[in-house]
């Protein structure tokens, strides 16, 4: 069996799981990157290294006869990947700009407002009602709890990267629909990057080309991107956006912890509370879905998904 099959084989939940690991440590290494580039530098260093790596991946696939071989994109499906890269883009520095500001653990609870409320929205069932709930219990005990003043700025901020990380789940799942194995994600990566590179620029300057800065550009575009959105758009080959968003809670416990590991931030009784919470919600929406059709068989196809809602 090959890693490639082995992954499309893989539990959704256990695709969700690493990648959120990934992108949320990833993230904490990518504030070492705003005292020389700032937040859209780091950004643009995230997306643009991501993007020549997926480039590069893609193109050896192809070269040893394992790459896409369907039918060729269509202007439609170009069109659905450039939004995602858009989105993608606005999703990273809006979120980026939020961490200079307000600590990682903070901005990324506030942030998953946006695919709490997916869930809660599209949701028909009520148990995934009941895990919402409970996932947003913790984001809002993890939000009020750290007993310190938090910048307006980087609070607006990070509802705002909360509202792109919507559009995310969307068009991710849609341009996993449209296009065969990373080709579409290589197209939204590119779109992002092209997007981002004058903000970037304007932030960086020169500074972006130094080699120290570019390794760590290219460790925290591996963890934050690559691996991740890889990932994740396997994962949503095969479960609802609305599942994918209640599972997505075991974010914020991963970014407390990245930030207690990586940046030292502690932790408050009211945060390992929360904590609990997000994991349980994180592991009731994974339980119930294998009974309810929140989360499918892998090889599932998107139209038996809809069937089965």
């Known amino acids: 069996m090959t890693c490639t099959r082995a992954l499309e084989r893989s539990p959704a939940i256990a695709l969700v799981g690493a990648g959120a690991v990934s992108v949320q440590f990833g993230g904490a290494l990518a504030t070492k990157l705003f005292g020389c580039v700032g937040p859209a530098g780091a950004a643009t260093l995230r997306l643009v290294i991501a993007a020549l790596i997926l480039i590069g991946l893609v193109q050896v ?4 006869g394992v790459g896409p071989v369907g039918r060729s994109a269509s202007a439609a499906d170009r069109a659905v990947a450039v939004a995602f890269g858009l989105v993608l ?3 990273n520095v809006s979120f980026y700009e939020a961490i200079a500001r307000i600590p ?3 901005a990324v609870t506030i942030e998953f407002s946006g695919p709490l409320a997916l869930a809660l929205v599209g949701s028909r069932r009520w148990a995934d009602g009941l895990w919402a709930v409970a996932a947003g219990g913790g ?3 993890l939000a009020t709890g750290a007993g310190r003043h938090l910048d307006p700025a980087g609070l607006a901020l990070a509802l705002l990267a909360g509202m792109f990380w919507s559009g995310y789940i969307l068009l991710n799942k849609e341009t996993g629909r449209r296009f065969e194995s990373l080709t579409g994600l290589t197209w939204a990566m590119a779109a992002g990057g092209l997007a981002l590179l004058p903000f970037g620029l304007w932030s960086g300057g020169a500074t972006l080309l130094r080699p120290a800065v570019l390794g760590l550009g290219a460790i925290v575009a591996v963890l934050s991107s690559v691996i991740p959105y890889s990932l994740e758009l396997l994962a949503l080959r095969r479960v609802t956006p609305q599942a994918f968003g209640v599972m997505m809670s075991l974010d914020p416990a991963l970014a407390t912890a990245a930030g207690f590991l990586v940046l030292g931030q502690h932790l408050t009784v009211q945060e390992w509370a929360a904590l609990g919470l997000v994991v349980v919600a994180n592991a009731g929406t994974t339980l119930t879905g294998r009974n309810r059709g929140g989360v499918v068989a892998p090889g599932a196809e998107v139209s038996d998904l809809r069937e089965a809602r």
């Open 89 to 91: 883009g606005a999703m």
């Open 61 to 64: 696939a192809r070269a040893v």
């Open 104 to 106: 990682l653990g903070v």
């Open 139 to 141: 984001v809002a005990l």
